[in-house]
């Protein structure tokens, strides 16, 4: 005999009750396993003595950390995916750690695709058979909020991409980031002498903006339009809107036909050049310059950018153009941010460590100095912070190490406006390290900040003058005059 229906719905709601508190646990018992384990690896490492036995036991002990932390984003899914992808960069991380984590873009399980059909139907107010001529059953792929399928609609030649978002998914998500919240309070207390909070608070207005797809369908038609005016050629594509064809969880647009930046390795090397030559360097460079130009102008022109430009977002087409996909996140700076900003990019590009003191001030940072060389550790940490070269001689920047600027100069306030600037240098840090190019991106977004604090009135013409030697717009203006 089938069970009572009113059973079967309190069966369902209490599974719906405990589930945060059953998600909340397992978070909490891996997170205090992965830490208690390199506490008591610390410990034990003060017994040795011989550099490359420390070494040989560091590399393990992160190997094992990778194995805990990749079983724990890809189990718990969700918000850990997103995790996964900001922690796990080879600038930042431990290279066993990035290797393990790398693989997690566009793992999120799937949604079986008859959930998708009803989605579809009941958003759109039509069958899929009546709106597509054609629709892939199985995803391209499947991330943490939603999953994208190729598809044709009737009428038309070119195919669209189909983003639907996953059921369920919103609350889960938020009980992820509160529990990161209490653990950054933790963290920031204890080892790292950092703002980890705001950066916490800034995530889950971020996330909590993902899940308004007509939102993300107006910041792509903005972003595109703002690329497009500026430029002859625009740096990046952004795909076309299907206007008519948008709602608060169904994303019909343009589908834009490429490789995964993660996979262009492979496809080098499967057309026969050499990986390390100077054609695939000339391609790899020619990447960078147009994500770089894009986001300068985006942060610094603008003030209104896509601030998710991790390695699942980014396709390379033919002839290595770049596209830019994924607008769920964005971030709209205020324009004292934007030229406070700016001000930092030309410290940062001119080594000018009195510059980049008062572009702190300026930004609301607040610092706590010990240590004797102020000025030259405050450069360093804006340079760590916010620009993609690394020192001489590093491969990873190991921000929480004893030397590292972090640890000297202790970061005791950080507006959550400004996360999504760190995290977009950080990110494009990370690709151009596992590219194997070393390049700052505040001396390429000089002419771009010297630009928009000109048009501010920030920078006038005597600093033209005494300065025009520095800068590509500089020169420009003079040139005109």
Not at 27 to 48: C, E, L, S
Not at 173 to 180: E, F, H, Q, S
Not at 208 to 233: C, P, Q, S, W
Not at 320 to 340: C, F, I, M, T
Request: aromatic share 10%; proline share 5%; with cysteine.
């Amino acid at each position: 005999m089938p069970p009572f229906p009113q059973f079967e719905d309190l069966g369902e709601k209490l599974t719906n009750h405990f589930r945060p508190w059953q998600r909340s646990f397992q978070f909490w018992t891996r997170a205090a396993d992965i830490y208690t384990g390199y506490k008591v690896f610390q410990v034990r490492m003060n017994f040795v003595k011989d550099v490359n036995k420390q070494e040989a036991m560091w590399e393990r002990q992160h190997e094992l950390a990778a194995d805990k932390i990749y079983s724990m984003c890809s189990e718990l899914g969700g918000f850990f995916l997103k995790v996964a992808q900001i922690v796990g960069k080879p600038d930042l991380a431990p290279a066993a750690w990035v290797k393990r984590l790398v693989t997690l873009c566009d793992k999120a399980p799937g949604t079986p695709f008859e959930t998708v059909r009803l989605v579809l139907e009941k958003e759109l107010g039509q069958t899929v058979d009546e709106l597509f001529e054609r629709f892939d059953v199985e995803p391209l792929g499947s991330a943490s909020i939603a999953q994208v399928h190729r598809a044709r609609l009737r009428g038309t030649k070119g195919d669209v991409a189909v983003k639907v978002q996953h059921a369920g998914v919103q609350d889960l998500m938020m009980t992820d980031i509160y529990n990161l919240q209490a653990f950054a309070c933790y963290l920031q207390r204890t080892d790292i002498r950092f703002d980890l909070f705001s950066i916490t608070k800034e995530m889950e207005k971020q996330i909590g903006y993902e899940f308004d797809f007509v939102r993300e369908a107006e910041a792509m038609e903005t972003i595109r339009h703002f690329l497009r005016v500026n430029n002859k050629k625009p740096p990046v594509q952004v795909p076309r809107v299907m206007r008519e064809m948008v709602t608060r969880k169904v994303l019909v647009m343009e589908f834009i036909d490429g490789i995964p930046i993660l996979n262009l390795g492979d496809e080098i090397a499967k057309r026969g050049i050499d990986p390390g030559g100077k054609i695939a360097a000339m391609a790899k460079q020619n990447i960078l310059k147009s994500l770089t130009l894009a986001y300068g102008q985006m942060i610094l022109k603008s003030g209104f950018f896509h601030a998710d430009p991790h390695p699942g977002n980014i396709m390379i087409c033919k002839g290595s153009e770049v596209a830019l996909l994924d607008y769920g996140q964005v971030k709209d700076l205020p324009d004292d941010l934007r030229l406070g900003y700016a001000n930092l990019v030309l410290a940062i590009a001119d080594n000018d460590s009195i510059r980049a003191s008062q572009s702190y001030k300026e930004l609301g940072i607040g610092t706590l100095v010990k240590c004797e060389n102020e000025g030259k550790e405050m450069l360093k940490l804006a340079q760590t912070m916010f620009d993609t070269k690394l020192p001489p001689g590093m491969t990873m920047l190991q921000p929480f190490s004893d030397e590292s600027s972090i640890k000297k100069i202790a970061v005791q306030a950080f507006p959550e406006e400004l996360f999504s600037v760190l995290r977009t240098v950080h990110l494009l840090r990370g690709l151009s390290v596992g590219m194997g190019i070393n390049y700052s991106c505040a001396e390429q977004w000089r002419p771009v900040a010297e630009e928009a604090l000109f048009a501010a009135g920030r920078i006038n013409m005597n600093d033209l003058k005494a300065k025009g030697h520095k800068g590509g717009f500089f020169r420009g203006i003079l040139r005109r005059r």
